[in-house]
Every structure is written in C-alpha cells, then in structure tokens.
C-alpha cells in the first residue's frame, strides 16, 4: 500500500479525501460558496494523492483538519441551515482530526516524536475537535438554544458573567466543598485506623459504612438543610457524609494490603503496632487512599452542587443552576456547568499530582500512570 497506513487509518484518509472532495464539488457548484472553506476542502481532497504517488506527513493531516474546521465555523450562516456541501466539509475534518491522534499516538510509541510533550497534543485535539463538532451542530442545524447553546454562545456568557459566576464559585467550592472534604476524609481515615485496630469496630462500622454509602444523596441533603440552615454548612455537612465512608472502605482494605512477609519481617525488628503502622502499612496502604481521595474529589463537588437545591442563599452553582432552568437561561446554566467541570478537573489532577509524588514507588507511578 503506497499510503504507509493501516486498515483503521487508510479508511479515515479516504473519508476525510472523499468527503473533502464532495465539499469541493458542492462548493463548486454553489452561488455563494465560501472561498476560504472551497480552499480548505480542497487541500483536504489533495491528500488522496497518498493513495497513489507516496505516503504524506501526518503533520498535514492535523492541517488539513485544522483548515477545514477554522473555514467551516467561519462560513457557518446565522440564522439558516448551512449548506449540504458544509456537512462533507465537517465529516472531513473530524475523519482528519481522528486520522491525524491515531499517526501521532503511533509515532509518540515509536519514539520518533516526544511522549510528555505531543502526548498532551492528543486529548486536546480531542476536547477542541468535540466542542468544534457541537458548534458546527448546534448553529449549523439551528438548534434551539434553549435546548442546547452553542459553545460560543457559552463562552459568552462565561464572559459577561464572570461576578456571578465567581461568587458561585466561592460559595459551592470554596465554603462548601473543600472544609466538607478535609474533614470528611480526614475523618474516615482516622476512624479507619481505629477499625483497623479493633476487631469489635471492623465488624460493627464496616456493614453500616457500606450501607451509609449506598443512600442517595436526595435523601440526605434536606436533611442537613434542617439540621445545619440554609448556608453552607449544610452543604458542607453533606459533603462530609458523602466522602467519609469512600475513605473508610478504601483505607481498610489498603491497610490489609501489606504482605504476611513483610509483617513478619516487622516482627522480626520488634517493631509495635503504630511503628508497623507508620512505616509499612500507612505507606503500603498509599495507592487506596489517594485512590479514595480521587473518587472523592468529584464526589464532593456533586453532593455540594446536589445539596444546594434543597435550599441554600441567592448564590451558589447548584442554585444558578435550578434557578436558570426555571428562567430558561439555560447559556447560563452550561457557564455553571463549565466552571464545574473545570474546578472538578483541576482538584482532581491536583491529587493526582501530589499522588505522584508520595506513592513514586509505586509500579503505576514508575510506569508513568497516576
């Protein structure tokens, strides 16, 4: 095969040729084409010549979805459907784009380019491809953006309300999430070495911590209104219920992961229990509980965004959020979605981070997974 490629790639280099090319007719034959995207389509139709000189650099397979997405979003009409030869051009730089993370993940494996730094280039032409699909979607289909708003139209609204949307952000993240988290694992720590040491509390805690975990959050939440008021300590308080029983389960079963070899070799030292404790089961035990600390990181973040439904003062994601359902500012609603997910990504990779660094023994870590 004069391409180079495999069966996967030479199919997504011919979908991406052949549907740039009926761009390029459609935009031929069309009264108000778009010179700018007739350019684009056709550079993507020239990458067929693969197929029959010799193979071509994936290097213009990441152009030629790059120009093909830049000139369709460009070209896109407002407040019409777009073209059919528009639908092509998209079909033709999302084919580019796949075709494009498949050559340079093969590459990043052969080691002719470098892992830490194309490595990133992957998920995020991953991300842009997905929000350039949507937009090209929502405002080529003339989609109702009161069903769903286009990424420009979020972004927007990320930009004219950013008081709003900080002050939201204090509330649910600063006051509720993070005190709720440091005491809700702290807490299950704490308790899970002290069920650790006693048989009576392994038997008594562990059931009803495995049964506390299963009740939904709906259920919890206007209860702690009640009990701890409208602001947020009651959100706080559900955080803390929701991510105290992921560490206690999970730091168990990490300080049982230590070997009968290495105990006995403890042992053998006359080490007590809380030097054994400290220098082999706690370290040993590293990999659950950053794992509890993970899982909890998002937990928290939903349960405190859950809880402010039930009640909660004029501010706060949870209340923008069921309050712009109800105006129908749903741009809103997807700015505060946005935020969320954005600080959810970020606490989670900061506990992935310092993970790295305290479990660097570990043979996920040292394989360069965390």
């Known amino acids: 095969m004069k391409s180079g490629l495999s069966l996967l790639q030479s199919v997504l280099a011919l979908l991406g040729g052949l549907t740039a090319l009926c761009g390029l007719v459609g935009a031929a034959i069309s009264a108000d084409a778009d010179i700018l995207l007739t350019v684009a389509v056709g550079l993507g139709a020239l990458t067929l010549v693969r197929f029959v000189f010799r193979p071509i650099s994936f290097w213009l397979d990441g152009l030629a979805a790059v120009l093909i997405a830049v000139a369709l979003v460009l070209a896109l009409p407002r407040g019409s459907a777009m073209p059919g030869h528009y639908w092509f051009a998209m079909v033709s730089a999302w084919a580019f784009a796949w075709l494009f993370v498949d050559q340079l993940s093969g590459e990043i494996r052969k080691g002719t380019v470098p892992r830490k730094t194309m490595g990133l280039l992957i998920p995020a032409v991953f991300g842009i491809s997905l929000l350039v699909m949507w937009e090209i979607v929502t405002r080529g289909a003339n989609v109702p953006p009161v069903l769903l708003p286009a990424p420009s139209a979020i972004g927007a609204q990320l930009e004219n309300s950013r008081g709003i949307l900080w002050a939201d952000f204090v509330q649910t ?164 979605i946005a935020v969320a997910a954005v600080a959810g990504s970020a606490f989670y990779g900061v506990i992935a981070l310092i993970e790295r660094g305290v479990t660097f023994w570990h043979p996920s870590v040292r394989g360069g997974r965390a």
């Open 173 to 336: 993240f600063v006051k509720s999430v993070i005190p709720g988290y440091i005491i809700g694992c702290l807490a299950g720590l704490i308790v899970a070495i002290a069920v650790d040491r006693s048989p009576f509390l392994k038997a008594g805690l562990l059931p009803i911590g495995n049964f506390m975990s299963a009740l939904p959050i709906i259920g919890i939440a206007p209860i702690m209104v009640m009990w701890f008021g409208f602001d947020w300590q009651s959100k706080a308080a559900v955080v803390v219920a929701m991510t105290f029983f992921p560490m206690l389960v999970n730091t168990v079963a990490g300080l049982n992961a230590a070997s009968t070899i290495e105990r006995d070799l403890m042992r053998t030292y006359a080490a007590n229990y809380w030097q054994t404790l400290v220098k082999l089961r706690l370290p040993a035990a590293g990999p659950f509980i950053f794992n509890a600390l993970k899982i909890n990181s998002t937990l928290a973040l939903i349960g405190a965004i859950v809880a402010e439904f039930f009640g909660t003062p004029v501010v706060g994601m949870g209340f923008r959020i069921s309050t712009g359902v109800g105006r129908l500012a749903i741009d809103l609603v997807w700015a505060e």
